[in-house]
């Protein structure tokens, strides 16, 4: 018999519709969150994926953008942070605005945030940063260290996109096309129609995309009076970086010391791009000394020097789970390792410690500054004190490799409540589980609201060593994977080994485990359930491949396609073996082998490619749902979609995996909806 689930959920979430809005939008009783899922959610997040500290030039500061969620405005908010490199001692700066989209190098969004660095001044003085204004707009402010002064100092007629100090008191703006300009051409687009080329792709929309590569404006501006000038070509080489106020590359490959230097070379083979790096200091006399130890290869970051010393870090382990830190003598050539553990250390800086964006597995984001000869940390920054207060499940880690020996591992996190007596049901999260636990790739699957429902959850890390790039063409390396089915094996391979692992690691229901997934953590889950019937429910968050995908993206695209063809093959409208193979990976041509519920969570501009998948499933009585939200991209950016794709994957695993009937006040038929679902798969 089933139960309706009582507990402070959706249940008594108020979804009321507003009479006078989209028919999309909702009215949120915020008070009714779940508190595992509120906590997720108030987790305030220091810098991006790929870091965003900076270290003022005296080593007295640190300077990071921190960014908090907030439901009642539907936006993020982010605040540029001071800490005190000795005391630990943190302040809020200032206001640095909303969120800000990372955009590739055709314009395109995917619903990623900017990373976003604070960026000082060569005197310390100051710190510029980018604001993220209301329609998208970007500014650049300046703040002075000791908080006198906040001001805008550009405000151009397009958005800020690249800065760099030149001097103490003049900064060079690189901004785009003028805000006029753009929407003056979408008119005449709306009003005139407009050519097919190579701005448009289909599958994000009908409507041309501007092209940030054009109409670019340079501006050096004076800080101290706000007068501007245009900048002369000879400056626009120091906007290097990848990345609004990123360093540029000949910084991050180089460190000076009153010595000599240390460089890390990076030896790029013919065909491949896997080389690894190699630690080489430089005297002061132009002698290079290698460092011949087989430590100071692979995947290292750094170097700093430390009274003659070189310190680097070092990510280990065959999965690259543990971060080590060395240091190396470069005179005696002795290597002494400081200290490793299982943790992610994200852009440190060094001064006096090494201070790093760190995370773990429970453990959210913090700044932590480690001893470089004991290799003891402490903590400077926890942006999130509540979260150490809260109890955490216990984590165990599974080591498992794929069927051509690629070592892999999984987090499996059991039920908060855990009782040996009892069996559970368990839910694979997907595609990384290095650092902190989260939602999975996307953030749509909470683990931590998982854990309190009473599920296991198996975070699996996908194998990383598919096709050796290192010795092969792109080409080659495409057929290996996609015709020999290279990653589809590797992949699928190492997942049901983690799972056939937890299974006799734990108390866990065979009957009962769902599949979740978000981009190649999707494609894994759409081979998984035509492969396979052991999943009893899936949430899968990206469409699946599909022949008009092919159709549906850029001609940048597909140029580069074509340019493939003649060394990997043609596409899907030629011959073998490549006509077999659209017809064997798309899974609407397997919808017969698939037998599992799934509910489809997808951005308006790349649900296209879902509808023949979903409807001959439908056409086949399969349980399938697809929701569709309005204005998202690649990953959900917006924080009352990601709340409602958290809720609804909630309540459709409780209602797959344990028969628990979640009500949701603004979609009263959907109990109906999924009870005929479930009755339909019954009688197959």
């Known amino acids: 018999m089933r139960g309706r689930w009582t507990g402070p959920t959706i249940s008594a979430l108020a979804f009321a519709w507003m009479s006078a809005a989209p028919a999309y939008a909702q009215v949120w009783d915020l008070s009714a969150i779940p508190n595992a899922v509120a906590a997720n959610l108030d987790i305030r997040e220091l810098g991006g994926a790929d870091g965003g500290l900076t270290l003022s030039p005296d080593g007295r500061y640190l300077a990071v953008i921190e960014r908090s969620l907030d439901l009642e405005a539907d936006a993020y908010t982010h605040t540029l942070i001071l800490i005190d490199t000795r005391t630990g001692e943190t302040r809020a700066l200032a206001d640095a605005g909303g969120f800000i989209h990372h955009s590739s190098a055709n314009g395109r969004r995917q619903g990623a945030a900017l990373l976003r660095r604070a960026v000082w001044s060569p005197d310390g003085r ?20 000791n908080g ?3 001001r805008r100092l550009f405000d151009g007629p397009g958005e800020v996109h690249r800065f760099a100090w030149i001097d103490d008191t003049h900064l060079l703006i690189e901004s785009g096309a003028g805000r006029a300009s753009i929407e003056a051409a979408a008119a005449v687009a709306r009003r005139d129609g407009f050519l097919l080329d190579a701005r448009l792709e289909p599958l994000m ?10 109409g670019r404006w340079y501006t050096l501006v004076d800080v101290e009076s706000g007068a501007t000038s245009v900048a002369d070509e000879t400056t626009h080489d120091q906007l290097s970086g990848a990345f609004a106020g990123a360093p540029s590359r000949a910084s991050l490959r180089r460190a000076p010391s009153e010595a000599g230097e240390v460089a890390l070379i990076r030896a790029l083979p013919a065909l491949g791009s896997r080389a690894p790096l190699q630690l080489v200091f430089t005297d002061a006399a132009g002698v290079e000394r290698v460092c011949a130890h087989a430590e100071c290869t692979g995947e290292i970051s750094g170097p700093w020097l430390a009274r003659g010393r070189v310190l680097f870090l070092r990510v280990e382990a065959p999965t690259r789970t543990t971060t080590a830190l060395y240091e190396w003598d470069p005179r005696s050539n002795a290597l002494r390792r400081v200290r490793s553990s299982e943790e992610l250390l994200v852009e440190c800086v060094y001064a006096a410690h090494l201070m790093c964006l760190r995370e773990a597995t429970l453990s959210p984001r913090t700044i932590v500054s480690i001893n470089p000869h004991s290799g003891r940390s402490r903590t400077l920054y926890d942006p999130n004190p509540a979260w150490r207060d809260r109890r955490m499940p216990h984590v165990d880690r599974l080591d498992a490799t794929d069927r051509f020996g690629n070592p892999t591992f999984a987090h499996l996190v059991y039920p908060l409540r855990y009782d040996t007596r009892r069996s559970y049901p368990m839910v694979i999260v997907q595609y990384r589980s290095r650092g902190f636990l989260r939602g999975g790739v996307g953030g749509e699957i909470p683990i931590h609201a998982l854990a ?3 599920y296991f959850v198996l975070s699996f890390e996908r194998p990383q060593h ?8 792109n080409a080659a390396a495409l057929v290996q994977e996609e015709l020999e089915g290279l990653e589809r094996g590797s992949k699928l391979s190492a997942l049901y080994a983690l799972v056939d692992m937890a299974l006799t690691h734990a108390s866990i229901d065979p009957a009962r485990i769902g599949l979740t997934g978000l981009s190649d953590g999707a494609e894994t889950a759409y081979w998984a359930l035509q492969d396979s019937d052991r999943f009893a429910a899936a949430v899968i968050s990206s469409p699946p491949l599909d022949p008009m995908s092919y159709s549906l993206v850029s001609e940048e695209f597909t140029n580069s396609a074509r340019r493939l063809r003649d060394r990997a093959g043609p596409w899907p409208d030629t011959q073998d073996p490549w006509a077999s193979h659209w017809r064997d990976k798309p899974a609407v041509n397997h919808v017969e082998q698939i037998h599992t519920p799934i509910l489809l969570q997808l951005a308006d501009r790349e649900a296209l490619p879902a509808f023949p998948f979903y409807r001959r499933m439908r056409e086949h009585d399969r349980a399938i749902e697809m929701f569709i939200y309005p204005d998202a991209y690649h990953v959900k950016h917006r924080p009352r979609q990601l709340l409602a794709a958290q809720m609804r994957a909630l309540a459709w695993l409780d ?14 038929a959907r109990i109906g909806r999924w009870r005929a679902l479930q009755a339909q798969a019954s009688r197959r």
């Open 126 to 145: 100051r710190i510029a940063y980018l604001f993220g204004g209301a329609g998208d707009r970007v500014f650049l402010d300046v703040a002075s260290v």
């Open 466 to 473: 598919v096709a050796d790039r290192t010795t092969q063409s």
């Open 655 to 668: 209602f797959w995996l344990r028969d628990v009937e979640v009500i949701d006040d603004a979609d009263p």
């Open 452 to 454: 309190e429902r009473g």
């Open 148 to 150: 006198d002064s906040v």
């Open 205 to 214: 929309g009908l409507m041309p995309e501007h092209d940030p590569r054009l």
